[in-house]
Structure formats: C-alpha cells, structure tokens
C-alpha cells in the first residue's frame, strides 16, 4: 500500500509543482507591467504563455535531475530547498542565453527573474508545508513504511533509535529476527531466528527489510538476500562496518568486480579539484589587492609595537600531511613556545596592537600568500602544529582524513562556531561533512557566512 500511496503522491507533486509554475509566468508579467510602474509592453501576454509551457517541462526535468522528486524520507529540507533554487537558477541561466542570442523577439528580463523568484518561493513554501503535514501525520501513526529488521546488535539498535527520534521520517519497526532475543529500542517484537524471514515475509509482508547484521551474523546474508528477492520485499542493507564509513560511500569497478570506496573525496576528481584551485588564485589575488593597503598599516603597527620580525612563520601540516609555514602578523612578543603553546583570551604575551589585529581578525591577512602558494585554499579544514597533530591523532578518532584535502583560512567547522578552545572532536566531524560534501557553492557559502557572522578568518587560538 505504501508503494501505491507513494507514486500518487509523487505524481500530485510533480502537478502541482508544473501547475505552480505555469502560474508564475502570467503572475510575474502581470506584477512586471501592471504593478511595477513605468513597463512598456513590446511582447504581448500570448507570447510569454507559449513560452512558459516549454519551459515548465524543462523545470519539471531539471528538478527530477536535481532529485527533487525522490521521497522526503531521503532528502531534508535544508538540503532540498537550495537544490530547487540552484535548479531554477540553471534554468534562467541557460534561457536568458538563448534569448540573447535569438535577437527576433525581445522579452522582458524583469519579467523572468519576477518569475523565478515567485516560482522557487512559491515551489519552497509548497514543500514546508507538505513536510509540515507529513510531518504531523507520521507522528499520529499514519503514512508509515512498515520495516523488519534483521539483526539485535548496535547497528540495529542505532537505527531503531534514529528511527524513533525521528518520527517525522515515517518509519514503523514491526519487529525483528535474530538469533537472540535482545532488549531494543522501543521494545519490537521478536519473531524468532533468521530461518523464518521466508515464511514471515508471507505472513506480515513489510514495506522493507533492514538488514543490521553483526560480523558473526554474515553468513546468512546469502540467505536473506535470497529470500527478500522471492518475496519481492526491498532489502537495505547496514554494513558491519557502517560506524567507519561516510554517509554517502562511492563504488567503484574493477573489471567487473564492485568495490567500495568508505570516504568518497569531491575533490579527488580532477575538474573538483581545478575549479576549486582556480577560485583560490582568483580569489586570493583579488584579496591580496584589496587588502593592501591595510596589510601595509598592519606591518607598521607591528614593528612599532615591539622589537621582532613583522611576519610570524608556524610549521603547520597541510595536505598528504606536508609541513608547511603559515604566515601571520606577529600579535606576539618572541617567546619560546611558538611550537606548542596554546594562547588564551587574556594572554600576557600578546601586544596591545597584536590583540587588535586578533580581534578584527587582520592577523590572518598574509595567508593569502599560502593560498596563492598552494600551502591552504580559501575554504577547508584549519590546519594545526605538528606537535598538536602528533597528539589528536591517538586520541580523536579519524583525525588524520581531514588533511586529504588542503587546509582553509576559513572552514566549516569555524562558521558553525568551533573555534579557539572548543571540542577537536566536533570539529573533525565538521571537517570530515565539508570533504565529503564539497563544492563550489559549498565553498561560496561558508565564505558568505565568514563575512556575514563577523567571524572572517579568526578561526584558530594558537599562537
């Protein structure tokens, strides 16, 4: 039943959607010319309406391309909504650019980003309100997926929780098989051992099986496979091994044979990895020139402040774990525990004129020469001292995966608040979703929040 209530709601979603934007064009020219004063009508309504019938079909397309119209189990909102913008903004993109080069007929410009702002506006709020609905509706025990799982060790347990705290996701344990009977999350059913999974899928039929094996438990995976397909029941399978790899693992094929990659690398890719590059040149270039004139006042401020050198070198470990010097202004008087001393707020060897630079962050002006170098890119994981990284790397658990990538002047981490003397764990797994997730927009996103939070470059309290 649930299969069946999903394609409905699917197909309504997607007619809803193209109704709504059929709607915007004619809503758009009406505000673009009877709302916004001083418009001269050069192409008539008529021409606008054949217009918008073509390009509703290539919005529907491009936003099942951006999977849009996958499950909202599958997708949160937060990633969802920037998805569905981008999406109408590679639409507009590649419409403006026809209409540029097809001189014959001239239509508004105005017109059309009136309608893509009323129409992603109005694509997002449908869907704060369905998720609003769906939200409440599963919480009361209606529009659920039925699932039995397989399997009583952590990994079942951690998805019984996950699934309980989440109630909006929609999901229903019927019970579970196992070898054992075990004290689980919200207390399931337990209907026995793995040789009665063929029989149970006759008698209860779920909406899906999770298989959450432990190690010692593999060797009936052949068998549940087996007889999850006769039954014709999807199957999801947690691996042993889930605590160790990332949300969204990469396959790879070697002649046939599939293997999986645990830490899928964006940037591993090397168009990922120019584009990224490019925008560091670009980038820092621009800065350095607009910054200027302050680095220069800086560098007075700093050889007047006190006796020493205007810049201040660090070894930090970079990318592939290279050690390099990473420039600041000096905020310091010379002391011998550069290597390894951990600074405070109210620390007694910085100067006067070196805690202004901290607080406005002006400290951190000459790393745009490591990025124009190479040493560190605008955005990514901050990099830390040998002595540091000699320590973390024992202590927190996938420490090291941050320095796949090279190291930022601004990161994930820092714009969500970890910054100076906060947890080094919450930060790697920051670090870690920024690398797993990069891109382009990504990187534009946290520099706009560096600016905007008033956080911009102040990332790191060590001297």
Known sequence: MIKENQRLFNQLHVLSDGILLLLSLPVAFWIRFYVIQGGVITITLDW??????????????????????????????????PRLWLAGALDMAVLLSVLFIWH???????????????????????????????????????????????????????????????????????????????????????????????ALLEKIVPDE???????????????????CEKAGVKLSIIPTYARYISSTPQFDELGGIPMLNIRR????NWVNAFCKRLMDIVGSLLLLAVTSPIMLACAVGVKLSSPGPVIFKQKRVGRNKTVFYMYKFRSMRVNGRQ???????????KTRFGAFLRKCSMDEFPQFFNVLKGDMSLVGPRPEVPYYVGQFKEEIPLYMVKHQVRPGITGWAQVNGLRGDTSIQERVEHDIYYIEHWSLLFDIKILLLTVFKGKFLNSEKLI
């Open 339 to 349: 290597d390894t001393g951990w600074s405070c707020e109210q620390d007694a060897r």
């Open 48 to 81: 606008y309406l054949r217009l918008d019938c073509l390009l509703t079909v290539a919005q529907l397309f491009t936003y099942a391309w951006f999977g849009l119209y996958q499950s909202f189990r599958k997708i949160r909102l937060r990633k969802e909504l």
């Open 265 to 268: 690398v964006p940037l591993d």
């Open 209 to 227: 099986v999770v298989a959450a094996l432990e190690l010692e438990e593999e060797r009936w995976m052949p068998q549940i496979i087996n007889g």
């Open 104 to 198: 014959g007929v001239h239509f508004s410009r105005m017109t059309f980003g009136i309608y893509f702002v009323l129409s992603s506006g109005l694509l997002s709020c449908k869907r704060i309100f369905l998720r609003t609905a769906l939200r409440y509706f599963r919480q009361h025990g209606y529009n659920l997926k039925h699932v039995l799982v397989l399997g009583s060790g952590q990994s079942a347990r951690d998805y019984l929780n996950t699934i309980r705290a989440e109630r909006e996701l929609g999901y229903h344990a019927l019970g579970y098989l196992s070898a054992r009977t075990a004290q689980l999350p919200g207390d399931p059913h337990y209907y026995g051992g793995f040789e009665k999974l063929d």
